[in-house]
C-alpha cells in the first residue's frame, strides 16, 4: 500500500466519482462524487495488487507556519463586503504547498488594493462576492483585528466562486466567471493561473 499526498483542497472541492474510490477521513459522498468535508491535503492510499479493494481518498489538515508575514501568499474565503472593503477568513498560507491553518484569521482587502490599475474604479461587489475563495498576498500586519491584503497582481483575485444558483463557476476572462449551467456570466476579479 503507497500514500501519495497532491493538491491543498478546500471544503466543498469536488475530488472525484465516487465509484473508483472509496471513502477517507475528511471527505463526503453527493451524487456519486468525491467532495472534500475540511481544507487540507488530499492523501491517497493506493490499493496493492493483493488487494480488492479501491484507493482511498482522505483529507489531512497539515501543519506549518502559524502566522503570515508580509509578502505571504494566502488563501481564503469572503465572509462579507461593504462598498469600501471585502472581509476574508484566510484558511491557508504559501503558494507551493500551502499549509492550511487549524484557525482561520480574519484579513481585509480593502477598495484600492484589489486591482493595480484604475483604483478609483473599482467595485468591490463586481470584485468579490461572499463565498469566494481568493488568492492573495499579505500587505501589512494591520492592526489589532486584521491582516490587509493585496489582490493588485494578475495571478491574485478569486480562484473558485459559486454562481447565485450555487453551480460551481469557470473563469472565462480576467474579470468574468460563467456558469456553464445557465449560461450566465459575473463579474469578480479572476486570478490568472499559476
Do not use: C
Not at 495571478?155 to 444558483?165: D, I, K, N, R, T
Amino acid at each position: 500500500m503507497t500514500t501519495s499526498r497532491t493538491s491543498v483542497v478546500l471544503p466543498g472541492q469536488v475530488l472525484g466519482p465516487a465509484s473508483v474510490n472509496d471513502v477517507g477521513t475528511g471527505t463526503h459522498i453527493n451524487d456519486n462524487h468525491f467532495y472534500a468535508s475540511i481544507a487540507g491535503r488530499v492523501e491517497t492510499i493506493a490499493s496493492t495488487p493483493k488487494s480488492s479493494t479501491q484507493p482511498i481518498i482522505s483529507i489531512n489538515r497539515s501543519t506549518g507556519p502559524l502566522l503570515p508575514e508580509v509578502g505571504t501568499v494566502i488563501l481564503g474565503k469572503i465572509t462579507r463586503t461593504t462598498p469600501r472593503q471585502a472581509a476574508i477568513s484566510i484558511l491557508a498560507l504559501g503558494s507551493t504547498g500551502p499549509h492550511v491553518l487549524k484557525e482561520t484569521l480574519p484579513g481585509l482587502i480593502r477598495q484600492q488594493d484589489i486591482r493595480a490599475t484604475e483604483i478609483d474604479k473599482v467595485k468591490v461587489n463586481e470584485s468579490f462576492r461572499v463565498g469566494d475563495v481568493v488568492r492573495a498576498v499579505v500587505i501589512s500586519l494591520g492592526d489589532e483585528r486584521s491582516y490587509y491584503l493585496s489582490t493588485a497582481k494578475n495571478e491574485l483575485g478569486v480562484v473558485m466562486a459559486l454562481s447565485e444558483w450555487g453551480n460551481q463557476m469557470v473563469p472565462v476572462s480576467w474579470k468574468e466567471f460563467l456558469d456553464e449551467k445557465m449560461g450566465v456570466r459575473e463579474a469578480r476579479k479572476v486570478a490568472k493561473p499559476v
